[in-house]
């Protein structure tokens, strides 16, 4: 039976495409450049993180862990995604997001949503809430079954046991630690070919997602 349901967050349970992104928009600033370095392999997670803040403090040389929170306030949830988890926890099922965002954002939806497990990214700040240059790792971006065997192996949870939702092709590692994997209005073919199920562009609601799980297999 299903015990854990794991959820990518941008794109899937927030209605933006990228935390990081999103800052960067509401700054003016883009990060293509790192963006491209990163999928080449010419940076590493902590390198891609330091030139995203890098890049903000050319437009805003003080920003702050509280900036961060009030520019990522404005970011909504993606519709019916209060109603899934609700519907996942009158069910019994455990609920974690594995994500590559932000990690300010990651615990104000968790929040939100009552979700059990928050696991994201984040920017290490001086005394005064300052960002420094110095990224939290928790996500390695590419490698997210490793972060979701951790957290099945704490809680003794298999595999089988296991659904994954997520949109882009860096969840199909999800996938991999799943028996049943939901790409949600998926951005590329990779995670579709991927999925065992897809949820179109126009299925934007979340609460299709537990029309799909309530059918998870038995046996």
């Given amino acids: 039976m299903l015990k854990l349901a794991a959820f990518d967050m941008d794109g899937t349970l927030v209605n933006v495409s990228s935390s990081w992104g999103f800052v960067h928009e509401h700054l003016g600033l883009s990060n293509a450049e790192g963006l ?31 900036d961060l929170e009030e520019i990522l306030a404005r970011v909504p949830l993606m519709p019916g995604a209060r109603e899934l988890m609700r519907g996942l ?30 696991l994201a990214n984040g920017i290490r700040t001086d005394a005064t809430g300052q960002l420094t240059d110095e990224g939290i790792l928790r996500v390695p971006i590419k490698k997210k079954d490793e972060v979701l065997a951790r957290i099945q192996e704490q809680l003794g949870i298999h595999p089988d046991e296991t659904a994954s939702v997520g949109n882009s092709e860096i969840d199909v590692a999800l996938f991999r630690r799943s028996r049943v994997g939901i790409a949600f209005k998926p951005e590329d073919q990779a995670v579709r070919d991927s999925a065992t199920d897809v949820l179109a562009a126009s299925d934007h609601d979340l609460t299709h997602v537990l029309r799909l799980l309530d059918a998870f297999p038995a046996d």
């Fill in 36 to 66: 491209r370095r990163f999928m080449e392999g010419a940076i590493d997670d902590l390198e891609f993180i330091r030139t995203d803040v890098q890049l903000w403090k050319t437009v805003r040389p003080g920003i702050s862990v509280f």
């Fill in 89 to 118: 926890r009158e069910r019994g099922i455990l609920t974690a997001i594995v994500s590559g965002g932000i990690d300010v954002l990651a615990r104000r939806v968790g929040r939100e949503l009552r979700m059990d497990y928050v």
